[in-house]
Nanobody, 125 residues
């Protein structure tokens, strides 16, 4: 079981990036997949999550700017990030778990079993 994240980079404020997370093994069959991020000196926080039926949940800080999606044919999770801000700068991690995203602890990183290696996003002002 493996998650491999990619797509990070450096952009100016207002720019866009799309992160990808390829899932191998049972990871793509899990009930809930999503993205966390961690900025230097800060705790890891949940960003966006998607159930196997396509239902998505977002942190308030990214609503209307980020879109999470899945391509079942490619076993790949995506995070389209638009209108990026300097405060979006962080290491982004994809994650997966066996319980559905609709459960209230969806933003709790301890509830996720599988993790990608992280991809850096840097937004300059």
């Amino acid at each position: 079981v493996q998650l491999v994240g990619s797509g990070g980079g450096s952009v100016e404020s207002g720019g866009s990036l799309r992160l990808s997370c390829a899932a191998f093994g049972y990871a793509y069959s899990t009930d809930c997949m999503g993205w966390f991020r961690q900025a230097p000196g800060k705790e890891r926080e949940g960003v966006a999550f998607i159930d196997d039926d396509g239902t998505a949940r977002y942190a308030d800080s990214v609503k209307g700017r980020f879109t999470i999606s899945k391509d079942n044919a490619k076993n790949t999770l995506y995070l389209q990030m638009n209108s990026l801000k300097p405060e979006d700068t962080a290491m982004y991690y994809c994650a997966a778990r066996w319980s559905r995203c609709s459960i209230d602890n969806v933003f709790a990183d301890s509830s996720y079993k599988y993790w990608g290696q992280g991809t850096q996003v840097t937004v300059s002002s």
